[in-house]
């Protein structure tokens, strides 16, 4: 017998028709059918025949229930950190001026490059289980601290294999376009043919689901991008993109017209930006993390973005130069204090929203049909979730209907 049922619990679906807010459930059935839920409602209408046919019954004591949390930007394979650079920042220099004279980004390029497997396997474990304890089962990582195309493999290779060896899904981002590494210092659209290379070959190793590039001043250009976004539509992968995080550079609006999965950053989006991203259907991945980190003062237009209907989600960016950050429940809290997101909307950043974000249509609501991804909370009310900070509720993970 497959069948499991979850009762003595709230269930906060995060269905996005339902009549109460967050879905909520508050006497909740869950039956869960191997790794797929059978079916999710009130106890008082499970039918009677389906409770029978459960041969395992959990009495959740009360917990609130949510979808398992959906970490959907992240840059989680790398070596060294940048403690250092966070120092000379605080003695006055900015990320652009560091990033200018070679560190930043470069600077986690050259640790990453040095790195083994093993090193890089162990440092991106110990951010993973950090992740996995505020209820994370899904998490996108993007690679990007490799640069050419064997360390680029040896990450997107790292970043699978965390997949095998924990209790998350993992898809995978091409991000060979994130910056010029140093031996294409001032050939910038060479690089750009380097990436063109990699992509099919990391492609047709089954390493990306999808492909992500760094549009900025001091990242690559949009006629750079399209071409890269270009390459990827024809292999049939989706795209995402890092916009406007440091100035307008219409990134929005190409990455839209490409069919993007995704705009992240967006604290300089305008409101063509908006139009197009809604239009496209674009969810915007809102990165409260690297906001604060940079002390960035100019806030994502998030009125804007409701008043278009964009759905956002939110994301640690979890990366050593902007946001070093291994906890998506602070990120939920940031989101409200520093961007005023409600919790609601909030935590359908984490769950419906971050799913749509990588293209994932089973999972994010709990409802009959979707993976059995659930994350228990030693909580009475779902706000909580995002009020409290440095908390950890999490009681217990079902992944893949499979109780942790
Ligand atoms: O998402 N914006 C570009 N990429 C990262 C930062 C990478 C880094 O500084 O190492 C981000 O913020
Ligand atoms: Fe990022």
């Known amino acids: 017998m497959t069948l499991s049922l979850w009762t003595h619990c709230q269930a906060a679906t995060m269905q996005p028709q339902a009549v109460l807010p967050y879905g909520l459930i508050a006497d909740a059935a869950l039956v869960l059918d191997g790794p797929l839920l059978r079916w999710v409602g009130p106890r008082r209408e499970l039918p009677p025949d389906l409770a029978r046919a459960c041969g395992t019954q959990h009495g959740a004591g009360g917990a609130l229930i949510t979808p398992g949390l959906i970490d959907c930007h ?91 060896s924990h209790p998350v899904s993992v898809r995978t981002t091409f991000l060979g376009a994130h910056a010029l590494p140093p031996e294409f210092a001032g050939r910038s659209d060479d690089y750009i043919d380097a990436v063109l290379a990699m992509l099919p070959l990391l492609h047709a190793q089954g390493l990306v689901d999808a492909v ?22 024809a292999l049939g992968l989706p795209v995402k993109l890092h916009a406007e995080q440091l100035s307008d550079s219409g990134g929005a609006q190409l ?21 197009a991203m809604a239009a496209a259907g674009s969810v915007a991945v809102l990165l409260p993390g690297a906001f604060y980190f940079l002390r ?22 979890c990366n050593p130069g902007s946001s070093p950050c291994t906890s998506l429940l602070l990120m939920l809290n940031m989101a409200c204090t520093l961007f005023r997101l409600t919790p609601e909307e909030a935590l359908a950043g984490v769950t419906r929203h971050a799913a749509q974000a990588l293209g994932l249509r089973d999972r994010g609501v709990l409802a009959a049909g979707m993976r059995a991804d659930l994350a228990v909370w030693d909580l009475e009310q779902p706000a909580q979730l995002a009020y409290s900070f440095g908390v950890r509720p999490l009681r217990q993970v079902v992944f893949a209907g499979v109780p942790q």
């Open 212 to 233: 992500d590039v760094f549009c900025e001043r001091i990242g690559f250009s949009l006629a750079q991008t399209a071409t890269i976004f270009a390459a990827a539509r």
């Open 74 to 164: 992240t840059h989680l394979v790398y070596g060294g950190d940048r403690a250092a650079e966070f120092e000379q920042r605080l003695h006055g220099a900015s990320y652009e001026d560091i990033a200018r004279q070679g560190g930043g980004i470069a600077s986690t390029v050259r640790a990453t490059r040095q790195a083994s497997a093993e090193q890089l396997s162990a440092s991106a474990s110990t951010r993973l289980r950090a992740l996995l304890a505020d209820g994370v089962t899904t998490v996108e990582i993007k690679s990007g601290y490799g640069l050419a195309l064997e360390p680029e493999r040896r990450c997107l290779e790292v970043a699978r294999a965390l997949e095998r």
């Open 255 to 275: 990455a839209a017209g490409f069919g993007a999965l995704s705009c992240d950053h967006l604290e300089w989006l305008s409101a063509d930006g908006a139009a």
């Open 296 to 317: 960035e003062t100019r806030l994502p237009p998030i009125d804007l973005l409701r008043q278009h209907g964009v759905a956002m989600a939110v994301s640690t960016d």
